[in-house]
């Protein structure tokens, strides 16, 4: 299993940014998938999570309406948009695999992550 995030960048407030993240090494499109961020000497943090065919995406409260993720399962590639983000956005992102379909559970496999910051 591997999971690759790129698209991270310096970007100023209220500016957007779209993340990916290519998966190989297992089938992709019977996983769900998350978005999890760990800000600057603080803990893992679960930003977003997707079903198996992209039709329910979740999110946490300090992203949603402003982060939309979705998938593309003919190409193994889970997307993260972030539009008007903040200062308080600024973390490392990884893209992870849950241990089961659904929300709340640990994931098994990680990407290494791409930072994103946000700052004038």
């Known amino acids: 299993v591997q999971l690759v995030e790129s698209g991270g960048a310096l970007v100023q407030p209220g500016g957007s940014l779209t993340l990916s993240c290519v998966a190989s090494?297992?089938?992709?499109?019977?996983?769900?998938m998350y978005w999890i961020r760990q800000p600057p000497g603080k803990g893992l943090e679960w930003v977003s999570g997707i079903d198996m065919d992209g039709t329910g995406t979740y999110y946490a409260d300090s992203v949603k309406g402003r982060f939309t993720v979705s998938r593309n399962n003919a190409k193994n590639i889970l997307y993260l948009q972030m539009d008007n983000l903040k200062p308080e956005d600024t973390a490392l992102y990884l893209c992870a695999r849950p241990l089961a379909d659904g929300l709340g559970y640990e994931t098994d496999y990680r990407g290494p992550g791409t930072v994103v910051t946000v700052s004038s």
């Open positions: 090494g297992f089938s992709f499109r019977h996983y769900w």
